[in-house]
């Protein structure tokens, strides 16, 4: 059956104009067919002797079934008793089903009702439609069963669970109470029935110049950042477990949401933390430099020249950030952390690095950190050196996609060529979002830092 | 170039007639664009200092002068090719769609079509139905168009440049209600894919373009007065939809109201709200609200055209339901 | 047609060491149209290439006359019946074919098919399907040639069903307005899809509507290829000498349906017949036959050569590429060069 049009997916065979035995030629019509549109002419695209006819007039089959075969001198075929010669189940390429073969060779009995298209499907799917129950008008055998015969059997729905009745609270508002640690269903709604970002109760302000108001500042990321969710440390008990459910609703949106991944290298500082003992002793007190601040000026290098782990992972989609805003973790003695931002990091001269760092590091510790502190971080860094552990591993602050560690300064064995002795050393590891970035851009990213720690020019 | 005070019609003078004096593949063709001066005596005066071969008058045939820029712009010329309004456009939607829009992505990147199409566009003149309809957002509709419409001198000054150098077909709408405004522009170019936040405001995001920008405006000012902070969006460009800018704009308001005068189903409103939607679903603390205009034919009595716009108060009314 | 042999042709003893008569050119031309016609209604038929195709399998002489009277700064713009038209235009087979199969290799990247094709560098601007719809383009093109003072020239094709359309009306007035460089070719097969020319236009004389703009118009037996070389380099002359447009008004007839989807059932099996005693292959080859340019033994081989491209191009269509799903996007902008 030719396909004649774009959308036919069958037609019905109405005429034969050949007989077996007659000689055709590549261009003659052989046959017409009628289509949802009209009666077409089939032709022949070979050259040779009728053998035989395998539709009979009257028959439906899909485009793409053998009519009639032809062979090139006449002989070539399958003996025609091999097949009764107008079974109309030879009218489909399968094999016929058994009891067919017994059938009585007449258009109308007994292969199973169904559509030319039902036809096409269950020979695409390679199923028997003589085994498929039918559901159709007299049994026939449909689209629906068809598919139905081939699918795994689908699990039952499971029972509506009894909830409670729908709480009316818009989008935005429902994140806010997660974010504040709010639970949504002790929330009164306003007049209209709808609780809106209004009515979630701030999250405290310890102190007049502590967080700002909990709506993003203009140009902020999607989020607000995590310097705002927890607040002060100086505020007390209360204020104490707030911040520690902000850290854990946080966070456990971190592990749930976030693909993480590490990677560490063990970096050699013995050359810049000389250099930096000599700057120092040259610098007022006030003025000198701790090692952390070399770490943060080359985080932030490297997360300038790695861009895809400087920004945030919005609705979907990495959104990389313009410049580098630094996140600086701040453990607070009291417990608790807060994360401050040093804004456009990496182009600030190390002098001034150590002043932002010591200003928001002292700020967020006496709980007064400033607006502009509060800026949503491109990536963060936190530094454990101060308690001697050698590494961590972290989970990153969403939206973020990285978050930067670096463990303590520690001598470890080094070997220089052939020469083993011992240098300074720190491991800086790598927590990045998978979604964004793969392992590779983390490596890539410790590599820079390596070379900015080694690269005298990027030294105080 | 030093900021200067001027008409948006003048604007669009001086950009088209800069046009024509710097690139020599540049023409201007369209119904009576010459010896009358334009039907909105934007092009004035261009005749005489470009001549008949670079300002044609053509026969009112749109389809015909339509595609005949087609051509042109595949035969290595950069014609902008004037329409009286957007409702004549029609009369050359083939061209446009099946041709400007399609054959560069049709022949497998081997054509491109460098053409910019200007049309009138917009109520508020007692025209009635076949003068006054807002049909942009049907062509934002339609991928391989670029799709601009300069709500400020400004961008009427600075828009043409850069569709000229556009690679793609460029639609322009200039709306009617616009012509005679007055602002200042320093002539420099306004890119074709930027939306822009014309106010700033925290409370909510009036998202609007073209002909509503002046009533959009005056909305936020009138909500101001009451104390809600409105920020306004002009989008500047309805395809492509420059989304990032509506999207942080609703990101730091929590509340979407979409101006449009278009009619309000299967929209360009119903693109921008549907986008915020999608993508700032969990910014949201109100329904996004649109303003739009009648779903009727624009009439031409002044107090049932004026009934079928959206209105200043329409706006404010829009903004009070999403603040609550 | 009046044109006479030079001299009295010699015989063809030897023909392989021979050069082929220029006579010959188009018969094969056109012999290579129709053997590659008749192949993709086979390759048609087991769904090898799909969508709408339409065939000019009589018609071939407007291409191929129409197509060697152009040059190769010349622009082409035709309709979606127009395998012939680029294949006499010089699109590779290879290419056509690809894009009928929807490959990457395709003349259009398979974005196209059949009634799309494309070739930038060949000036042959598609493949427009919407009745009508390539006049304006030819019109603009014609326009940028003339404003920057090339001597080109730009074939527009088109079917008699155009001729009801209004942009026919409206770019027949601006090109005659303007003197632009179009040769407006009226392929008239007598059927604008099913309806027959008396039964869609009150006046049936095309080219006597096309003259009402003041251009030189006349009609062509669109069966003599060798008739329509000499219009249509007579209507170039014209229109390159800056005289404005032309209008020829091809008189021919397909002798398939429509497209593949089409009963055929609007015509008398009588007329089909009646036109097909006028062949345009037939009527050329029995021409140089006649003339003893030709021979059973020549033409032969000039069919299987025709067939062995043929069966080389559907080989090489089956085997090419597709395009990635991920470029799905691309060239709807245009991308920075």
């Known amino acids: ?460 | 170039m030093s900021l200067r005070r001027q008409t948006y019609r003048e604007a669009l003078r001086e950009a088209l007639a800069e046009a024509l004096r710097s690139d020599d593949r540049v023409f201007l063709m369209g119904e009576d664009v010459g010896r009358y001066g334009g039907c909105f005596a934007v092009s004035l005066g261009l005749l005489e200092e470009f001549g008949p071969d670079r300002v044609r008058d053509t026969p009112l045939s749109e389809s015909a002068f339509v595609g005949a820029g087609i051509g042109a712009a595949l035969g290595g010329l950069r014609p902008i090719v004037e329409i009286m309004t957007v409702n004549f456009s029609l009369l050359a939607l083939d061209q446009i769609l099946n041709n400007a829009a399609t054959l560069s992505h049709m022949s497998g990147g081997q054509l491109a079509v460098p053409l910019v199409i200007r049309m009138t566009t917009g109520a508020g003149r007692q025209l009635a139905a076949q003068h006054s309809h807002s049909l942009e957002g049907w062509y934002a509709h339609i991928p391989g168009l670029r799709v601009v419409a300069p709500a400020t001198v400004a961008d009427a000054r600075g828009m043409l440049a850069p569709a000229l150098a556009s690679p793609d077909p460029v639609l322009l709408f200039e709306h009617a209600g616009l012509y005679a405004s007055e602002g200042e522009t320093n002539g420099a170019a306004v890119g074709l894919d930027g939306a822009v936040v014309r106010r700033p405001g925290t409370d909510v995001s009036l998202v609007t373009y073209g002909g509503m920008l002046p009533t959009t405006a005056a909305a936020a000012e009138r909500l101001d007065t009451e104390g809600i902070s409105a920020e306004v969006v002009d989008l500047r460009s309805l395809r492509p939809l420059d989304a990032d800018t509506v999207l942080g704009s609703v990101r730091r308001t929590h509340r979407l109201v979409v101006v449009d005068e278009g009619w309000r189903s299967g929209s360009l409103s119903a693109e921008v709200a549907a986008r915020v939607a999608e993508q700032a679903f969990y910014d949201l603390d109100a329904p996004p609200e649109r303003v739009c205009s009648a779903e009727a034919p624009v009439p031409y009595a002044a107090h049932l055209e004026r009934a079928a716009r959206p209105a200043v108060e329409d706006v404010v009314a829009a903004a009070h339901r999403t603040t609550g | 047609m009046t044109t006479a042999p030079e001299t009295t042709p010699d015989p063809l003893p030897d023909a392989e060491e021979l050069p082929e008569d220029a006579r010959v050119g188009p018969l094969r031309a056109m012999a290579r149209i129709r053997r590659f016609e008749e192949r993709c209604v086979e390759l048609y038929s087991a769904e090898r290439i799909r969508g709408f195709m339409h065939l000019c399998i009589g018609e071939e002489a407007v291409a191929v006359g129409l197509m060697g009277a152009l040059a190769d700064e010349d622009a082409v713009v035709s309709t979606y019946r127009e395998h012939g038209h680029a294949l006499a235009r010089g699109l590779p087979m290879t290419s056509v074919l690809a894009e009928m199969f929807g490959r990457v290799t395709g003349c259009s990247r398979g974005r196209g098919g059949s009634m799309h094709l494309f070739d930038a560098g060949r000036r042959f601007y598609g493949g427009n399907a919407i009745v009508g719809g390539g006049l304006p383009v030819a019109v603009g093109l014609a326009l940028a040639d003339a404003m920057r003072g090339r001597s080109a020239v730009t074939a527009c094709l088109f079917g008699d069903g155009a001729v009801a359309e209004g942009e026919f009306h409206e770019c027949l007035n601006l090109a005659a307005l303007w003197h632009l460089p179009v040769i407006f070719c009226c392929e008239n097969n007598r059927y604008a899809m099913g309806t027959a020319l008396e039964r869609e236009h009150a006046q049936t004389d095309l080219a006597l509507r096309a003259a009402a703009y003041g251009m030189p118009a006349w009609p062509v037996d669109g069966m003599d290829v060798e008739a329509v070389a000499l219009a249509a380099e007579r209507a170039a002359a014209i229109v390159r000498a800056g005289a404005g447009p032309c209008f020829l008004e091809l008189r021919t007839y397909r002798f398939r349906a429509h497209s593949m989807y089409d009963s055929d059932r609007y015509r008398e099996r009588a007329e089909v017949t009646r036109w097909k005693e006028r062949d345009p292959v037939d009527l050329l080859r029995e021409r140089l036959v006649a003339e003893g340019r030709l021979d059973d033994e020549r033409w032969t081989r000039l069919v299987a050569q025709v067939d062995e491209e043929i069966e080389d191009a559907v080989l090489a269509a089956e085997a090419a590429p597709i395009e990635p799903v991920e470029d799905l996007e691309r060239f709807v902008y245009s991308e920075p060069s």
């Open chain 1, 1 to 460: 059956m030719p396909s004649l049009g774009a959308d036919m997916e069958s037609g019905t065979l109405v005429e034969w104009t050949v007989s077996p035995g007659d000689r055709v030629h590549r261009g003659d019509l052989v046959a017409a067919v009628e289509t949802e549109k009209s009666v077409i002419d089939v032709e022949c695209f070979e050259d040779g002797v009728v053998e035989r006819l395998l539709v009979p007039v009257g028959t439906t089959v899909p485009v793409g079934a053998p009519l009639a075969l032809i062979t090139p001198d006449g002989t070539g075929g399958p003996s025609p008793e091999a097949v009764p010669p107008e079974t109309p189940a030879a009218a489909t390429p399968a094999p016929p089903p058994p009891e067919v073969a017994h059938a009585p060779p007449t258009p109308a009995a007994p292969s199973p009702r169904a559509t030319p298209l039902v036809r096409r499907l269950a020979e695409r799917l390679g199923l028997d439609l003589a085994a498929v129950p039918g559901s159709g008008p007299g049994g026939a055998v449909t689209r629906a069963d068809v598919r139905a015969a081939v699918a795994p059997p689908r699990p039952l729905p499971s029972p509506p669970s009894p909830s409670p009745a729908r709480l009316r609270i818009t989008p935005y508002a429902r994140r806010l109470a997660v974010e504040r640690g709010a639970s949504p269903q002790c929330l009164t709604p306003g007049g209209d029935g709808v609780i809106r970002a209004r009515d979630i109760p701030p999250a405290p302000e310890p102190t007049p110049a502590a967080a700002p108001p909990p709506e993003s500042p203009p140009e902020s990321p999607p989020e607000p950042p995590p310097a705002t969710a927890p607040t002060g440390a100086t505020a007390g008990a209360g204020a104490s477990e707030r911040m520690r459910a902000a850290i854990a609703a946080r966070m456990t949106r971190s592990m749930r949401e976030i693909p993480h991944y590490h990677v560490d290298a063990v970096l050699e500082i013995g050359a810049v933390l000389e250099r930096l003992r000599e700057v120092n002793r040259r610098a007022p007190v006030p003025d000198r430099m701790v090692p952390a601040v070399l770490l943060l000026h080359a985080a932030a290098r490297a997360a300038r020249q790695v861009p895809e782990l400087n920004g945030h992972w919005v609705d979907g989609a990495f959104v990389p950030a313009t410049s580098v805003a630094l996140g600086v973790v701040v453990s607070l003695r009291g417990g608790g952390l807060l994360v401050p931002t040093i804004p456009a990091a990496d182009e600030l001269p190390l002098p001034e690095l150590m002043a932002s760092l010591r200003g928001v590091a002292g700020r967020a510790r006496s709980g007064r950190l400033r607006s502009s502190d509060t800026a949503p971080a491109s990536i963060t860094v936190t530094d454990l050196g101060e308690t001697g552990a050698h590494s961590v591993h972290g989970l990153i602050f969403p939206p973020e996609v990285a978050l930067v560690g670096f463990g303590a300064v520690v001598r470890r064995p080094w070997a220089d060529g052939d020469l083993l002795g011992t240098r300074p050393t720190v491991v800086a590891t790598l927590t990045g979002d998978h979604r964004a970035t793969d392992g590779i851009v983390g490596g890539r990213f410790l590599h820079v830092i390596d070379t900015v720690l080694h690269d005298p020019e990027e030294w105080p």
